[in-house]
């Protein structure tokens, strides 16, 4: 092999390796923050393969992005009442991948409420309640291979953050469940935006959460905007990112108007801060 020749070779592979390189340094960009704790997302690497592999977590399939050549990642959401320690995700009948869910400490929240019934609700409010539940449910459990999510979400509306994910909750000072999603606060009528394309899977008036939207954006990653004054979208209806879906309101259990935005993966609520594409430097809800 003449030295001229050997300098060709070297070059082309030298470029090879700045290639994959790129395609990697890409896929990692465009990949959520690893947060593997309560509330948060693990990035589990997955063994190499022609096609995505099929992962599962908590019996839910998980999000799985990428490609043969940046490789195969595993998008997984974790609850907020997810135990700290050793986890597994599931791939086929046999193989699994440990990883491990770190403890988070989230500060608590007192609210009054001067409606007793949305503190303690009356038998035929735990009927519709439960019936409503189901509904959300199978929203947060759908999954959907006809679109591609977007990783990168936009804020749904303008304005202050008024309460962060994760906070313990007292009403009236009863415990109840803790806060999965962000408040922000905005003017009632305010416009809210869809963050991602996605389909509209469910609409209702519900008792709590008063008249809401929930969005597939595809592979398990579901969001969801409550206590509006106006629904503009109805089930099956196709958005695209910016599309007006509904108008902030103050219906369900408020104590005045504001959007609360829901994120979920696998059908665990996460802290949509971590699929931002505008990621603010407070309200970090953990002591």
């Known amino acids: 092999m003449t030295n001229k020749r050997f300098q060709i070779l070297q070059l082309l592979g030298l470029l090879l390796l700045a290639l994959l390189i790129s395609f990697n340094t890409f896929a990692a960009a465009n990949l959520p923050k690893h947060s593997p704790v309560p509330g948060g997302i693990a990035v589990i690497v997955l063994p190499s393969s022609t096609q995505p592999p099929t992962a599962f977590y908590r019996g839910n399939r998980v999000l799985v992005t990428g490609s043969q050549q940046t490789g195969w990642y595993a998008i997984t959401g974790i609850a907020l009442k997810a135990t700290p320690g050793t986890h597994h995700i599931q791939l086929g009948d046999a193989q699994k991948i440990a ?11 007192r609210i009054t409420l001067t409606n007793k019934r949305q503190v303690n609700p009356a038998p035929m409010d735990l009927e519709r ?19 591609t999510p977007s990783l990168t979400l936009l804020k749904p509306v303008q304005g202050p953050y008024s309460s962060p994910f994760g ?39 519900y008792f709590f959460n008063g008249k809401t939207i929930l969005l597939d954006h595809g592979q398990g990653l579901i969001s969801m905007y409550c206590h509006l004054s106006e629904i503009n979208v109805a089930k099956g209806d196709i958005v695209n990112t910016k599309d007006i879906i509904g108008q902030v309101g103050k219906t369900g259990r408020v104590t005045g108007p504001h959007l609360h935005w829901s994120v979920s993966l696998n059908n665990a609520r996460i802290n949509p801060f971590l699929l931002m594409s505008d990621k603010p430097d407070i309200l970090e809800s953990s002591e």
């Open 167 to 205: 906070l313990k909750r007292f009403f009236n000072d009863q415990p109840r469940n803790p806060h999965s999603g962000l408040d922000i606060a905005a003017a009632e009528g305010s416009p809210i935006q869809a963050p991602a394309k996605a389909i509209v899977t469910a609409t209702g008036d």
């Open 129 to 147: 309640i439960g019936r409503e539940k189901k509904v959300m449910v199978a929203a947060f459990k759908h999954w959907n291979d006809q679109l």
């Open 99 to 109: 990883f491990n869910v770190k403890p988070k400490t989230y500060k608590e929240q």
